[in-house]
């Protein structure tokens, strides 16, 4: 009977491990509050059970039961808390699922239902935009890229994040937001309950501005045609811009971050949800707190979607 005990002792400590490393990440991100989940009846009524167990000297009644019981319930508590694991145990969950059905697995709010969008037509993919940029010449910033950074997630994303353009590592590696900005982007995307995989990156330009300078107008307005074109094909719930760029790009404004982040604005067929860049973030922690907010909207905005598509 101590075994059984055992085992439901290591799995209650293996859970508050787990939580203590996701609240890690999300203060570090500025969270400072999150909603109560409250405490299933079988996990009250393992903990009563050890609790006895320990007073008494013996085992809860109907061991094996409870046992299964609190396995049960503690892997749905970790589901629905959004899968805070360790790094191995992500890696090995990261390892054994299927890509192509990465954004129906299950998340902070459970499984989603899938925006249900008629399949895009020939003419309206992702490909095709990919091929009609080719290697692109149309403006002087292909004189010093390495590659053309198209941008990578989701098709069906239901949040699409938008930055400015790519920085050294992303036009070395071809892919967006892989630098530390890009560390702190994920971050930021888990802590919202989702995964980069379940997500559509880009930036408002492909290719890296020289020195990661600010990219100029007409290499602006080059690359917006693309952009806006990625966007009727994806058709997400809420674009992310990040940054000044990206958000005077998709408003078509020249109104600073500062006075227009964190309210959602019409543009382009869905909402767009301004807030700082994370490189920005990287140089202004104290901001970090402000761009939580702004998350949490888009958040909450999407969890409200689903509820309303479930219960039609």
């Known amino acids: 009977m101590s075994d059984v005990r055992e085992e439901i002792r290591s799995r209650l400590l293996e859970l508050i491990r787990d939580v203590r490393e996701h609240l890690r990440y999300l203060e570090e991100l500025g969270v400072t509050h999150w909603e109560d989940l409250p405490a299933t009846d079988d996990l009250r009524a393992c903990i009563s059970a050890l609790a006895a167990s320990e007073r008494t000297g013996e085992a809860p009644s109907e061991p094996r039961a409870e046992a299964a019981r609190a396995q049960a319930t503690l892997d749905e508590e970790i589901r629905k808390e959004g899968d805070p694991m360790t790094s ?3 890696a090995a969950r990261s390892a054994t699922a299927s890509p192509e059905r990465a954004s129906e697995q299950p998340t902070l709010f459970g499984h989603l239902p899938l925006l249900q ?3 895009p037509t020939e003419d309206r993919t992702l490909e095709e935009i990919r091929a009609d940029v080719g290697d692109c010449t149309r403006c002087k910033l292909h004189r010093s890229r390495t590659t ?87 058709r997400p719930d809420v674009v992310v811009a990040l940054g000044a760029i990206a958000a005077q ?52 905005y999407v969890l409200s979607l689903s509820r309303e598509r479930a219960s039609r």
């Open 249 to 300: 790009s998709l408003l078509g404004t020249k109104a600073p971050i500062g006075q227009i982040r964190g309210r959602f604005f019409e543009a382009h067929g869905t909402k767009v949800m301004p807030t700082f860049h994370p490189a920005f973030l990287l140089r202004a922690p104290e901001r970090k707190r402000e761009a939580w907010e702004d998350l949490r909207k888009v958040r909450d």
């Open 148 to 234: 053309i950074v198209f941008g990578e997630g989701d098709p069906r994303a239901r949040i699409m994040f938008v930055g400015e353009g790519p920085g050294a590592e992303e036009d070395a590696q071809g892919r967006p937001f892989v630098g530390r900005a890009g560390q702190l982007l994920n971050r930021m995307i888990e802590a919202m309950g989702f995964r980069r995989e379940e997500v559509y990156i880009t930036n408002v330009v492909m290719c890296r501005p020289p020195n990661n300078r600010t990219p100029e107008p007409d290499e602006i307005a080059t690359c917006e045609p693309f952009l806006f074109r990625k966007i009727r094909v994806i």
């Open 117 to 119: 969008t008629a399949p």
């Open 88 to 90: 191995k145990r992500r």
